[in-house]
């Protein structure tokens, strides 16, 4: 590209990422400029990222990268500048995020990288506040999201072999990254972005079964036009095994060990050495325990880290919230799983809501000593509010919602979630899928531990029992005639980490008995309660006042009135035992009286003045409001071991 001289207009010198105009010759070129380069830059000659000495330089110059990790697909757009803000605040100098393919991809070849997903948006706002990027594309992210954040249509295939060179895999892998990186490549530094590096995969070497798999994530990059430093990160399971040629190492840890180092410095000497994921707190599992990482602790490692010379990222700086039904869930030996919760604080310096902690205060201060002029000051908090409870004033039972669902579909087996002849062919990905059949006897019903994730059972709509991974049997009561047994199975989240993720097919994954004689012919709703569905739901004319006595599961009816402008709050559902929260057609999450989390983040960006639309789907029991705190509950605590 040419460069001249002619004519050049900075827009706003606190404005960091501009684009000049300049003009050669009566044609127009455009440069981009980011914070760390007031200088025009010449793209063909700016040197990016690069690992060729102990410490790592940018443009030849040497760079400490002081990383934090906060995954867009976590907070709401509108919350995104406040959290980097926050983050930069904290003197923090790159950015680092996960893609989550399942949510760019919901359906093979169909593509969202619009509002809360518009990634490109993102990485210019990251731009825009002086913070470089390593972005970390997968396709498999791991990051305690659904399926590792890999689309569950890619198990309709029996065959599929994720995280692979499995020709079903690679080639919806290629198709994704053909989208994807489209966005990303112009976003490189020596473009004039903020990316100076890129992971490959995640972790590979704590799951390795395929030693061509990597070349080929590495390759994909490549072909498609990414220049910038590649990198690869592993854990201690990993280590020394999801290595790529031409990628640098970096390790994962929340306790430093001396091995850890002395594994970079044997691998490669002379060059420099990061933390990619410095572990600032744990998650939680529903049934669990609140985990929390102490403070001091936490800044004690990483000034070790730093005295070392090395670099570090904090995962999480930000961890936000598991919105909707993307939480990922945690193998305990085939096929028990626990699910994760739907908060993802992570006990890490800022809070879900954006709040300061002790960690982040203790991080500013370390941080600031390698930064030669003053961070910026603190950016002021998001008010918070405790609303008035909202007052349930209408239900609908499940079985009167179905009429809002997608057809139902026959089948003479039990079909699993993915298989389902629904969305275009690409299957149910989440939510909760009811399988009906006949039968003329009582006795005793057997899973068969075929039921992913968890059922509640039903005979003529009437509760008798759960079955789950640790309940595959109980007896069902007697009765006359032909009658309708129904089993609501939810997909509580599939596993995001380890060797089982091509076994996470949800819903019935087999035969149920009942007598030991094989169940036949079933009547399959799909009830993936997505944003149509919650639509039509509420327009409909069935809902009940609650003067007439509601049936479980079922879906309840609130207002929340919110005068003047909304404020961030969190629901408590006391006296709800578990179910799922929508808020004017969002899906905050699940909630589970079973805890630890007690509580659902509601943002005030999901808000608006006036009377706002709240749908419960409870499965048990409701007390008939719902009640609003300024603080979150996440419930009994315990330290990270
Ligand atoms: C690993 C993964 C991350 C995340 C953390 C735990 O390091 O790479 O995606 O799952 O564990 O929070």
């Known amino acids: ?99 989550p393919w399942n949510l760019h991809e919901p359906e093979r070849g169909v593509f969202n990288f619009e509002g809360d997903l518009d990634i490109e948006a993102y990485l210019h706002l990251a731009a825009n506040l002086g913070l470089w990027v390593i972005l970390r594309p997968g396709p498999y992210i791991c990051a305690e999201w659904e399926l590792g954040g890999l689309p569950s249509w890619l198990l309709r295939d029996e065959k599929m072999k994720l995280r692979t060179t499995y020709l079903g895999f690679t080639d919806a892998v ?23 590096a890129f992971q490959v995969e995640n972790e590979y070497g704590a799951y390795a079964t395929d030693e061509q798999y990597m070349l080929f994530t590495k390759e994909a990059l490549l072909s498609r036009g990414i220049t910038e430093l590649l990198v690869t990160s592993d854990g201690r399971d990993g280590q020394g095994r999801g290595g790529v040629k031409g990628a640098l190492e970096t390790i994962n840890f929340q306790k430093l060990h001396p091995e850890h180092v002395k594994f970079l410095d044997e691998i490669q000497p002379e060059r420099p050495k990061m933390v990619m994921e410095y572990w600032s707190g744990w998650f939680d599992t529903w049934e669990g325990l609140h985990h929390v990482f102490p403070a001091e602790q936490m800044t004690g490692v990483v000034e070790e880290i730093l005295k ?76 918070r509010k405790a609303y008035q409870p909202a007052v349930i004033h209408k239900h609908l039972s499940l079985w009167d919602s179905l009429q809002f669902t997608d057809k139902p579909f026959k089948s003479e087996k039990p079909v699993n979630m993915e298989n389902l002849p629904l969305n275009n062919n690409n299957g149910q990905s989440y939510g909760y899928t009811l399988y009906e059949t006949t039968i003329t006897a009582g006795g005793v019903l057997n899973s068969q531990n075929n039921v992913r994730d968890r059922a509640l059972v039903f005979v003529d709509k009437q509760f008798v029992g759960v079955l789950d991974f640790k309940t595959h049997e109980f007896a069902l009561p007697d009765g006359e005639g032909k009658r309708t047994l ?156």
């Open 1 to 99: 590209m040419e460069r001249s001289s002619v004519f050049c207009v900075h827009m706003s010198l606190k404005q960091r990422y501009i684009f000049l105009l300049c003009l050669v010759g009566g044609t127009i070129i455009t440069y981009e400029l980011t914070r760390s380069f007031p200088e025009t830059r010449r793209m063909d000659r700016v040197e990016g990222l690069r690992a060729l000495s102990p410490q790592f330089t940018l443009e030849k110059k040497p760079l400490r990268i002081l990383g934090g990790s906060i995954h867009y697909f976590r907070v709401p757009r509108a919350y995104w500048e406040d959290r980097l803000l926050k983050m930069k605040a904290c003197g923090v100098n790159t950015l680092t995020t996960y893609v």
């Open 174 to 196: 290629n198709s994704f990254f053909d989208r994807l990186l489209k966005k990303v490549v112009p976003l490189q530094y020596t473009m004039g972005g903020p990316i100076i």
């Open 308 to 383: 070392m010379d090395m670099s570090i990222n904090i995962y999480m700086f930000h961890g936000g919230t598991n919105f909707g039904f993307l939480n990922g869930g945690v193998d305990f030996g085939r096929p028990v799983a626990k699910p994760i919760i739907t908060s993802y604080d992570y006990d890490a310096p800022l809070s879900e809501a954006g709040d300061y902690t002790t960690k982040y205060h203790l991080l500013r201060n370390l941080f600031s000593r390698y930064h030669t002029e003053p961070l910026p000051e603190l950016p002021s908090l998001q008010e």
């Open 486 to 641: 129904g089993l609501l199975v939810e997909n509580s989240g599939r596993v995001n980490y380890g060797k089982v993720l091509d076994e996470q097919r949800k819903g019935l994954v087999g035969d149920i008995l009942l007598n030991k004689h094989t169940l036949r012919d079933f009547i399959i709703h799909s009830l993936e309660m997505k944003p149509d569905f919650v639509n039509r739901l509420e327009s409909s004319g069935h809902w009940m006042s609650m003067r007439h006595q509601p049936s479980f599961p079922g879906f309840f009816q609130a207002k929340l009135h919110v005068d003047g402008s909304p404020k961030d709050t969190f629901m408590k559902l006391d006296g709800w035992t578990k179910g799922v929260v929508f808020i004017n057609g969002k899906n905050l999450g699940r909630y589970w009286t079973v805890g630890p989390q007690q509580t659902l983040y509601v943002p005030a960006p999901w808000l608006h003045r006036g009377d706002n639309q709240v749908i419960v789907f409870e499965e048990q029991k409701t007390d008939g409001k719902i009640q609003f705190t300024t603080s979150p509950d996440y419930g009994m605590t315990v330290d990270v071991q």
